[in-house]
């Protein structure tokens, strides 16, 4: 299977400064998964040169911008450059609220758990900031939640047990 009109794509991204390090891990780690073929190898190729000369927006600005597109707003996110790993809260257009969560399954647990104390930490701050407090009952994981405090607490509850999230 050909990943060339991934890499076509990405350097299309890229050539406008929207190619975040987030889809950059992603298409690198397909990249090596196969063996590329030559029309491939030269597009990865193209595709580099475009990245070191052309600044790339982060991964909270592109999710900020696509949020903002569908008229939502992100409450928290972070994004991990040294592994695979996101954490995001965001609400939609219609107030309802999401979360989404990946830690990387190709670090060590350690680095799991360190990155699931800072999403903590950074989340358990920010909580504060809004004035909302951890509800004291387990939060089922759902598609959308209807208030903030009820996300928020999920993904705290989430990230108590880093090993059971993958990516």
């Not at 992100?74 to 809260?89: A, G, I, K, N, T």
């Not at 104390?117 to 358990?124: H, N, P, S, T, V």
């Not at 900031?129 to 994981?141: F, H, R, S």
């Amino acid at each position: 299977m050909t990943i060339l009109p991934n890499i076509e794509e990405a350097m299309e991204d890229a050539r406008n400064g929207k190619l975040s390090p987030y889809w950059q891990n992603d298409l690198y780690r397909e990249c090596h998964r196969q063996k590329l073929s030559d029309e491939e190898q030269q597009a990865l190729s193209e595709l580099e040169r475009i990245l070191s000369e052309t600044p790339q927006w982060s991964s909270e600005e592109e999710l900020h911008h696509d949020m903002a597109n569908i008229g939502g707003r992100v409450w928290y996110c972070h994004y991990w450059e040294e592994h695979y790993s996101m954490v995001q809260l965001t609400e939609d257009r219609n107030g309802r609220f999401n979360t989404a969560y990946v830690l990387d399954r190709n670090t060590s647990p350690e680095m799991r758990r360190e990155a699931a104390l800072l999403a903590q930490k950074e989340l358990a701050e920010c909580m504060q900031k809004w004035g909302i407090t951890l509800l004291d009952a387990p939060v089922p994981e759902q598609m959308k939640y209807d208030s903030l405090a009820e996300a928020a607490s999920h993904l705290m509850q989430v990230l108590n047990d880093p090993e059971h999230i993958t990516g």
